[in-house]
């Protein structure tokens, strides 16, 4: 089992940043690609980014793309969302996800085997 919790949420202004951390408990991270999803209100959850299970290879969605950015520490219990030039579409509730097919970037919510409980990203304008 893998227990994922985000952190890093929180209110910032337009144009601000944030960075978001996935920590794993549990059997860690290694050997699993990693997701971001995010979700508004009335909205259905979304890509955000992916990372494979060595990092070395990303995906991100076009909203996000030259702004955000995903990476995993070396020991790959951790993973962090860079948020930039953050805008309030960007508002919602942010979900890492853990997925064992770890040498893919996978868009897909039914790709991933295990979620976060989510953090919240408000950006006021």
């Known amino acids: 089992q893998v227990q994922l919790v985000e952190s890093g949420g929180g209110l910032v202004q337009a144009g601000g940043s944030l960075r978001l951390s996935c920590t794993a408990s549990?059997?860690?991270?290694?050997?699993?690609?990693m997701g971001w999803f995010r979700q508004a209100p009335g909205n259905e959850r979304e890509f955000v980014a992916a990372?494979?299970?060595?990092?070395?290879?990303?995906h991100y969605a076009d909203p996000v793309k030259g702004r955000f950015a995903l990476s995993r520490e070396r020991n790959k219990n951790t993973v962090f969302l860079e948020m930039n030039s953050l805008k309030s579409e960007d508002t919602g509730v942010y979900y890492c996800?853990?997925?064992?097919?770890?040498?893919?970037?996978?868009?897909?919510?039914?790709?991933?085997?295990?979620w976060g409980q989510g953090t919240q990203v408000t950006v006021s304008s």
């Open positions: 549990g059997r860690g991270l290694s050997g699993f690609s």
């Open positions: 996800a853990a997925a064992t097919r770890q040498y893919y970037t996978l868009p897909q919510l039914s790709d991933y085997d295990y």
């Open positions: 990372i494979t299970g060595t990092g070395g290879t990303t």
